[in-house]
Each structure stands twice: as C-alpha cells, then as structure tokens.
C-alpha cells in the first residue's frame, strides 16, 4: 500500500521470460521509505473507521502517531466543532514539543486554517477520510509553515459503487450522575448525542450519454450530529426583600465565620472622622432598610428571577437555579470528484460544507431582557478546491492546486434591537458611546456578592475570513537526480468583531461601609465585618456609574499575505546513499 506525500523506490528487475512464464505474489516486509528523511506516518482508512473518536474530530487521528501530543480540551465529549472556540480547542495539538496553533493543516494539499488563532475552518467527517497524514521532523522544502504538517486526504471514487450508512446513539440513560450534582442533590441532566449520515462514491455514468468508468468517478460523504447538552446552573440573586431595598434579614459572615446581620450606611452622609482628611464616616440606615431608593436600581434588582431554591448557607449563596438544555447541531457535507483526462491529466475537484448552531439558553430565562450564559453560536463554512497533475513526460510532471475556504462564524448574545436606554436612567451622552446600539445595556452586579445582570463581556464576536491557497511545483528526473520546484501563495482576508461591551459598562462597589476612603470604599480600618457594607446595595443608593475601556469597540478588517519558493532535490549518489537538499 503506497500512502500519499510518500516517496518509495522499488527496484523491478526485467529478465527475459516465456509464454509460459508464472507470476507469483508473496508477501514481504514493509518496504522502508530510503528515498527521503522526512520523518512521518499515517492513519489508514481502516484505523480510522474501527477505533472511537468521541466528538468527531478528524485532527484526533493525528494524536495516534509519535511526537504529536494533544491538549486536553480537545477531547471534550462537548466540543462538537461548531463555532471558532470549538475549532480552536479541537485544533490544539503540540508536535514535537511546540505551542498550540503552530502546525500547519492541509486537506487535499490545500490549507485549511484561519488567519486568527491558526485553527482548522474545515472539519471533514471521519466518513470522507481516506488518510491522515502527519510529518514531525526534516520536512521536504515544499513543506513548512509550522511545526508540523497534518495532512488529511479525502476518499475518491472507484469503478465500482459503493455505499455506506452509520448511526451513533448517546444517551443519558448510559450514563451515571456526577459527583457535583449528587452531593446538591440535582438529578441528572439529560445528555443525548444522534450522529447519523452516509457515503456514496462510484463512476459518473450517465446512460446512453457518457461511461466515466477508468475516467471520472465521484465520492459524497454526509453527516448531521444534533446533541442536546444538558445545562444547569447556580447563581445568587437578591431576596424578595433585597430587590427592594430592605436588607434587615440579610447576614454576612463575622470574624469567627458566623452569620450576623449586616448595618447598611448611607454613602451621601459621610462626613470626616475624627478630623481625619482622607477618612470619613458614615450614618447608617434605620434596621439596614434604604430610604428612597434610586428607581432605575430598583428596577435593574427585580429585573433578576426570583430565587427558587433553598441557598447553599445562610448568606443565601446559589439560592437560584437554572435547569435547561442547549440544542447543537453540526452537518457536514465532504464531495470529491476526479477525472482521468487522457494519458497526461489527472484532475480532481473536492467542496464541500460544514455548519452548524449551538444555541445556549438565557438563564435568567427566555423572556428576560437581560442575560447570562445565553450565547448563541453558528457557522457556516463552505470551501472548495482543485488540482491537476499533468505527466508532459514520463520524467517531467506540473502538479497545479488551488483552494477557497470561508468562514462566517457568529458567537455572542442575541443581537436584539430596539431598547430603550432612557428608561433604565442612561443619559443621552453616554447612549452616543453604545457601541451596537439598541441592544440590552451592560450590566454587571454593582460590586456583588450577587451575579452580573447582563453578562456580555467580550460575548459579541463575528468573525468573517475569505481564504486563498495557491501552490504549484514541476518535477523533473534526470538520470539519479530528482529536480522538484515550485512555490506557494496564500492569501487571507478577514472581518472581525470582538467587543468588550455593547454599550458602556454600568458598575458599582462597595459604598455602603460605615467608614470609607477618598474613593469611597470601604476604609480598612472598619474591622467589623458587619460593618463593611454589601456591594450591590451601591444600585439602590444610586452610586453607581458608567465606563468603556478605549479600544475594545474595534472591528478591524485585515488582510495578510504569505509566499513561499522552494527547490527539493533528492540526489542518488549510490544505491544504499540518497541525498535530499532543499532550500
């Protein structure tokens, strides 16, 4: 069996024979790749199809072979490929002792990764795989652009047809509950993975018209994996109580780790301390209720559910839960056609599609305007390719290959359009900031220990990449020298979004302390715990505020470029010498 980017020399001696002469076929040792120093190996289709691979991920073959170490998200039963965080803990793989990103990804001889984070765009299905190739060590000059080389091939068509089907079954039913969830007293989460699809491949025979048999055949792969992924949740929220500034039932932990009820103090009383200039003290509020508290904080506080289960202590810590699924579905669509034209040409053409959407659900719930956890994942990521080998002597072969790849992923909360900022209090000047306009403002927990109103913080990523490869090479045999030169160009063009905010940061802290600080935090030299005040309490006394970092509102488009040339020359200086010298 001869792999792909292999070079093998068997030597076929030719005597004279007669009509009556045998063919005889016996089996011999693995004929040993003498012809090059490139240190490599190879997964078989048959290896390939008979071990487990949990999450589908082709780039796991690799990790089979000496010298390529995988990191451990990328066997995470819960990355399914869909989405570029996804592809890039698939992708994290190590050869030879170097950083994650730094190897080089082909299929079909074409590149297949992004400009960002150096990922795979393109996740063929196990299915569509003829081989996976992978080279670790004194690469031939044509090959480079990392510390190793993961090469996939994709099957091709015979003179025969040939089908299969396949499906996969997970269930939650397999499975035991975990630890965390046994010890909270939380059943177990449904988890059910459905992964089915098939092949087809032959030659391209269109009846009474064309016979593509010894000429053109065809091979089509397709699978659909749809998971539901179990979500649950813990999160603190403020009491029916707190929402509405009484805060005369809530405690927090003394000097000796015991529950005591915490003195709320007004921070727009403070007056210095004892003479002091940099300290000021505070009067409390009458049994730590807020007096006239500030509207827009009291309706940011009850826009969080109510709590619905009974909290881990008595500081009502994890007091609301979140049960819920998320819904993932990855198709992926793997076709190659190739074509024998005359004695000369050797022409194949592969595309093909992989997308897919991985919804995560609001935990505050469907209806809340805000969200936490709530992002929405797609990807739609079509490419296509084509080459040609064209034999101009039986010593002189142009290999020609080009290839397209693009990417739309989408990661981040649901847009929404249309909210009305001058109702929650944001004044027109800090709206003109709004980096997306009309969407839900962000809103963290104004110091705590309550969780973020509306966690966005870098949950509005788009990314949109274009990529080309172009790369061509001629060989040419002349007696024991092996001449091969050729070059390579690449160019990726990419949209990007990764804001920080969508709209200026609305924050607090802890101002509610008896004695406090130029800034007004809570000075250190108040002891008492139950004295330092509560974080979120900063939202009903109004002091609160906005910032945006500078920078983080960037959508760059960027372009880069790469061009290689190289010269391979393997030089057999004596039967049991080959010499190979690239630049």
Excluded at 167 to 196: D, F, Q
Excluded at 383 to 401: E, K, M, N, Q, S
Aim: hydrophobic residues 35%; aromatic residues 10%.
């Amino acid at each position: 069996v001869m792999g792909t980017a292999t070079t093998v020399r068997v030597d076929a001696p030719l005597v004279t024979g007669t009509l009556t002469t045998a063919v005889e076929v016996t089996a011999d040792a693995t004929v040993l790749q003498t012809e090059s120093s490139t240190v490599q190996g190879a997964v078989s289709q048959n290896i390939i199809a008979n071990i487990p691979n949990i999450n589908n991920n082709p780039l796991y073959y690799a990790t089979l072979q000496a010298g390529v170490v995988p990191a451990p998200q990328m066997y995470e039963s819960t990355r399914l490929g869909v989405g570029f965080a996804d592809r890039q803990r698939m992708s994290a793989i190590r050869m030879n002792g170097g950083q994650l990103g730094s190897n080089e990804v082909l299929l079909d001889g074409v590149s297949v990764q992004g400009a960002a984070w150096h990922e795979a765009t393109v996740l063929p299905d196990r299915e569509a795989l003829q081989e996976v190739r992978v080279i670790t060590n004194s690469f031939a000059a044509d090959l480079g652009n990392g510390q190793g080389v993961i090469s996939m091939v994709t099957k091709s068509g015979t003179n025969q047809f040939h089908g299969s089907a396949s499906y996969r079954l997970r269930n939650e039913a397999l499975n035991a509950n975990g630890l965390y969830n046994n010890s909270r007293g939380i059943r177990r989460p449904m988890y059910r993975v459905n992964e089915g699809g098939g092949t087809i491949g032959g030659p391209v025979i269109i009846p009474k018209l064309f016979n593509g048999k010894d000429k053109l055949f065809f091979f089509a792969s397709f699978m659909r994996l749809t998971h539901s992924d179990p979500v649950t949740a813990l999160y603190t929220v403020p009491t029916g109580l707190e929402r509405k500034g009484d805060f005369s039932q809530t405690k927090v932990r003394d000097n000796y780790g015991n529950p005591v009820p915490v003195q709320i103090y007004d921070p727009f009383t403070a007056k210095p301390y004892q003479g002091s200039g940099t300290t000021f003290e505070r009067l409390p509020y009458v049994n730590s209720i807020v007096t006239a508290p500030d509207k827009y904080g009291l309706k940011m506080l009850q826009s969080y559910p109510m709590p619905n289960r009974t909290p881990d202590d008595p500081y009502n810590t994890n007091n609301y839960q979140f049960n819920g699924t998320a819904p993932v579905v990855r198709n992926n669509l793997a076709t190659r056609l190739d074509y024998r034209l005359g004695e000369r040409n050797s022409i194949y053409l592969t595309g093909g599609l992989s997308n897919g959407s991985n919804l995560q659900p609001n935990r505050w719930g469907k209806d809340n305007l805000f969200n936490i956890g709530g992002t929405d994942t797609t990807d739609d990521n079509p490419y296509a390719a084509g080459g040609d080998t064209i034999t101009l002597t039986p010593t002189t072969v142009v290999d020609i290959r080009y290839g397209i790849s693009r990417t739309h992923c989408n990661s981040g909360f649901p847009t929404g359009t249309g909210f009305n900022y001058s109702e929650w209090g944001m004044p027109p000047a800090v709206q003109a900031y709004a980096a997306m306009p009309g969407v839900a403002p962000s809103i963290r927990n104004f110091g705590g220990p309550i969780n973020h109103l509306n966690a966005d913080t870098w949950n509005r990523k788009k990314e949109r990449q274009f990529n080309h490869a172009l790369n061509g090479s001629a060989t040419k045999t002349v007696a024991r020298w092996t001449l091969k030169a050729g070059g390579e160009f690449r160019t990726y063009l990419g949209n990007w979004q990764d804001i920080m905010y969508a709209t200026p940061l609305l924050q607090g802290s802890t101002t509610s302390g008896w004695l406090a600080g130029l800034t007004g935090g809570t000075s250190g030299l108040v002891t008492n715990p139950a004295q330092r005040g509560l974080g979120f309490v900063s939202a009903l006394t109004g002091d609160i505020g906005y910032s945006l970092p500078s920078g983080t509102s960037l959508r760059p488009a960027l372009a880069s470029k790469y061009l290689a040339l190289f010269t391979q020359n393997n030089w057999k200086a004596t039967d049991k010498l080959t010499l190979n010298l690239g630049l």
